[in-house]
């Protein structure tokens, strides 16, 4: 049996069921799920840094919103901030690469 200890989707038990294995879970504590929150975060980006694939996005944008849920906020209000900062400071589509600045 492999031993994973790590955060996964809900459905994952069933699926490993359905294929005819078992597995062991747990429910965390909130001040853990937090943490583990954080580092599938930190999984996720190194998937999408290794494959560069738009799935590993998608699943960065699961953790996004399991951490903004979490944190007693929403992807709207998560937006209304992504736009807030657009507005004053732009975003990427021009490609800048800052080399010095004073």
Known sequence: ????????????????????GSCTVRVLDDAEYTARLV???????????????????????EVVRAILANKGTTWEALEA???????ERGGFERRLFLIVAN
């Open 1 to 20: 049996m492999t031993r994973y200890e790590k955060l996964v989707r809900d459905r994952i038990p069933e699926i490993i069921e359905a294929r005819g």
């Open 39 to 61: 580092e599938k975060l930190g999984e996720e980006l190194n998937e999408y840094r290794d494959d560069g694939g738009i799935e590993e996005l998608a699943d960065l944008v």
């Open 81 to 87: 901030l992504r736009e807030a900062k657009r507005a």
